[in-house]
């Protein structure tokens, strides 16, 4: 069984953007009544479908498969909400740590969250001077709860 374990922070400078370049990212969820969530995502040259189960704090379960793009696209136009997330994701590998840092466009532009997988709730992990405030627990900043409230419609007191 696949367990993600995952930390989400804002960003708070571009000092990432030093060091690495960002991968373009599309993607959609399938209307579902309850769990699982369903997700369709193209990044870069590749696609992937990706089961995500409900949150219990910082863990959940997730599956994921490579698809085809022609497949994904299909997907994405025919089977998913009318907003897409778009974003530039870049991936950096720093102090034995992997950060993806997602620069989100379109009605989310402005919105930068940097996230972390561990192996364990408790892990150690190094943290970079441009990571700001955790907003683990914050679904605002969930991206299938961004299709619905996108971050150009939230009030100062959301952000």
């Keep these: ?61 997730e599956f994921e498969y490579e698809i085809p793009v022609a497949d994904a696209n299909a997907l994405l136009s025919n089977f998913c909400s ?22 989100f466009l379109g009605e989310n532009a402005g919105l930068v969250v940097a996230e972390v997988e561990l192996t364990s709730e408790n892990a150690d992990f190094y943290k970079p001077s441009w990571i700001g405030k955790e907003v683990s627990q914050h679904t605002q900043y969930f991206n299938y709860k961004l299709v619905r409230h996108p971050y150009s419609k939230w009030k100062d007191s959301e952000k």
Excluded: H
């Excluded at 009318?82 to 620069?103: F, M």
């Design 82 to 103: 009318t907003t897409l997330i778009e974003k530039n994701r870049y991936i950096l590998s720093i102090e034995k740590t992997i950060w993806e840092v997602d620069e």
């Design 1 to 61: 069984m696949a367990t993600e374990i995952e930390r989400k922070f804002k960003v708070i400078s571009d000092e990432y953007k030093k060091i690495g370049k960002p991968l373009n990212c599309k993607q959609g969820y399938l209307d579902t009544q309850n769990e699982p969530l369903v997700r369709v995502r193209i990044m870069g040259e590749k696609a992937y479908l990706t089961l995500k189960g409900k949150n219990e704090g910082i863990r959940r379960l």
